[in-house]
């Protein structure tokens, strides 16, 4: 198991799959550090603010849970809030499966557990053919470690540093200009910024629900809209 994961590291793609990750690093680190200030700041421990870092390695799902936790929402209204906005992974894991679905599900699940958006647009560049190949995992990995480190690191910092942090630097203006950096550079084609927008007005719209429900509203209309925009008015690819 040693060698493997030695020659896991020293591989060329490793190395490639982390480097192209460097350049957002920023931005998902000030997200780290805005959502580990803000767990502690909405009433958890640190120790189950540490759990919720490790465990739920999301970041659009804790931030949009810990409003509701603060306000004591039902149980029911959370998980659906969650499963609403991780509802994306159900797409890239039907991708990726593509690629990994040979391996055993031990690895299958742990390859799972470092998924995020990112990740999945670099590799889906670096590997356009839908089919297992050498270097996917070792590039997956680079990828994945280098993401992991830049959300965990600041994450803890700020879970840990919260208490020193006053309440009115706006911590949540900030984490919002996180979350729209990286949201920005995911709209790469006509489609995605369609969907965005209608999450926006919806978003808006239905701002006076209870219990925050217009983040399911949003959700549930852009994910609509895509699926019709896919359907009645598809992409044209250039063929160069």
């Given at each position: 198991?040693?060698?493997?994961?030695?020659?896991?590291w020293?591989h060329?793609?490793?190395?490639?799959?982390?480097?192209?990750?460097?350049?957002?690093?920023?931005?998902?680190?000030?997200?780290?550090?805005?959502?580990?200030?803000?767990?502690?700041?909405?009433?958890?421990?640190?120790?189950?603010a540490?759990?919720?870092?490790?465990?739920?390695?999301?970041?659009s799902?804790?931030?949009a849970?810990?409003?509701?936790?603060?306000?004591?929402?039902?149980?029911?209204v959370?998980?659906?809030?969650?499963?609403?906005?991780?509802l994306?992974?159900?797409?890239f894991?039907?991708?990726?499966?593509?690629?990994?679905?040979?391996?055993?599900?031990?690895?299958?699940?742990?390859l799972?557990?470092f998924?995020?958006?990112?990740?999945?647009?670099?590799f889906?560049?670096?590997?356009?053919?839908?089919?297992?190949?050498?270097?996917?995992?070792?590039y997956?990995?680079?990828?994945?470690?280098?993401?992991?480190?830049?959300?965990?690191?600041p994450?803890?910092?700020?879970?840990?540093?919260?208490?020193?942090?006053?309440t009115?630097?706006?911590?949540?203006?900030?984490g919002v200009?996180?979350?729209?950096?990286?949201?920005?550079?995911?709209?790469?084609?006509?489609?995605?910024?369609?969907?965005?927008?209608?999450?926006?007005?919806?978003?808006?719209?239905?701002?006076?629900?209870?219990?925050?429900?217009?983040?399911?509203v949003?959700?549930?209309?852009?994910?609509?809209?895509?699926?019709?925009?896919?359907?009645?008015?598809?992409?044209?690819?250039?063929?160069?």
């Open positions: 198991m040693n060698r493997e994961v030695a020659a896991l020293r060329p793609e490793f190395r490639k799959g982390s480097r192209e990750m460097m350049s957002i690093g920023l931005g998902i680190s000030a997200w780290g550090l805005v959502t580990g200030v803000a767990m502690v700041k909405s009433g958890l421990s640190v120790p189950l540490l759990l919720m870092s490790l465990v739920v390695f999301a970041g799902s804790q931030l849970a810990l409003p509701l936790i603060a306000s004591g929402a039902p149980l029911w959370l998980w659906a809030t969650a499963f609403c906005v991780n994306r992974f159900v797409i894991s039907a991708q990726w499966r593509m690629y990994f679905g040979h391996l055993p599900r031990l690895q299958r699940l742990s799972a557990y998924a995020a958006d990112l990740n999945y647009v670099a889906m560049r670096r590997y356009p053919e839908p089919k297992p190949g050498p270097g996917q995992i070792p997956y990995a680079g990828g994945a470690a280098w993401t992991w480190a830049s959300w965990q690191v994450s803890i910092i700020g879970i840990l540093a919260a208490d020193r942090v006053p009115e630097w706006g911590l949540g203006f900030a200009l996180a979350l729209l950096g990286l949201a920005f550079s995911l709209l790469k084609d006509r489609n995605a910024w369609v969907s965005g927008a209608v999450a926006s007005c919806a978003a808006v719209a239905a701002y006076g629900l209870p219990l925050r429900l217009n983040i399911l949003a959700i549930s209309v852009a994910v609509a809209a895509g699926l019709l925009m896919e359907h009645w008015l598809p992409e044209r690819k250039v063929h160069e």
